[in-house]
């Protein structure tokens, strides 16, 4: 039965999340609140995780969420249900391409999905902000944005940053 479920859960999600990995956690976070497959801080390791490791974010994480959730037959359901909707999509828009590509209704479309996606991520973002705030993360998260704003990098080597940060702060149990 949580099988089943775990299929149905990240297929929705694979079919319904447009616009990358991160597109993929209102899902993920309702899932969490919703489900109790995972808990919310959970999630945020997934999400850290994932963003690390090589490969699709969305994948990533719906392979870890697979495997918090039950074992390791899980997480080939959660990542093989979460690719499943781009591929069959992929396969019918290749038949499709001179008709989808000029297509005015589906420029309009894509166009409105940018941003409701941007909202989403950002909502989803706040949230877990809020519930699982702490002085470390609160701390890094000032000085990277100043150190943006004072010197302009590559967004590697902040995630680095924030990589090597939270290894110390989890080896010295500054972060819960």
Same mark, same amino acid.
């Given at each position: 039965?949580?099988?089943? @479920? ?5 297929? $929705? ?14 899902? *993920?976070? $309702?899932? /969490?609140?919703? +489900?109790?497959?995972?808990?919310? &801080? &959970? *999630? !945020? @390791? ?15 994480? =719906? ?5 918090? !959730? ?8 959660? !990542? ?21 590509? !000029?297509? +005015? ?7 409105? *999905? +940018? ?6 991520? /950002? =909502? ?7 519930? @699982? ?10 000085? *990277? ?17 924030? /990589? ?8 010295? $149990?500054?972060? @819960?």
């Amino acid at each position: 039965m949580i099988y089943w @479920d775990l299929f149905k859960e990240f297929f $929705h999600i694979g079919l319904f999340s447009y616009g990358g990995g991160y597109a993929t956690l209102p899902f *993920l976070y $309702h899932i /969490a609140e919703n +489900k109790g497959w995972y808990t919310v &801080q &959970q *999630l !945020t @390791d997934m999400i850290a995780v994932s963003s690390v490791t090589p490969g699709p974010v969305g994948v990533n994480v =719906a392979t870890f969420a697979g495997f918090v !959730t039950s074992g390791l037959l899980g997480s080939l359901i959660a !990542t093989l249900a979460v690719i499943l909707p781009s591929f069959i999509m992929i396969l019918i828009i290749y038949r499709l391409l001179d008709k989808f590509r !000029t297509n +005015k209704y589906v420029r309009s479309i894509i166009y409105m *999905l +940018k941003p409701t996606g941007c909202g989403l991520l /950002a =909502a989803v973002g706040i949230e877990m902000f809020i519930k @699982d705030i702490n002085m470390v993360g609160m701390l890094l998260l000032i000085a *990277l944005f100043v150190m943006g704003l004072i010197k302009k990098r590559s967004p590697m080597f902040y995630l680095g940053v924030s /990589a090597l940060a939270g290894l110390v702060a989890g080896f010295f $149990h500054l972060i @819960d």
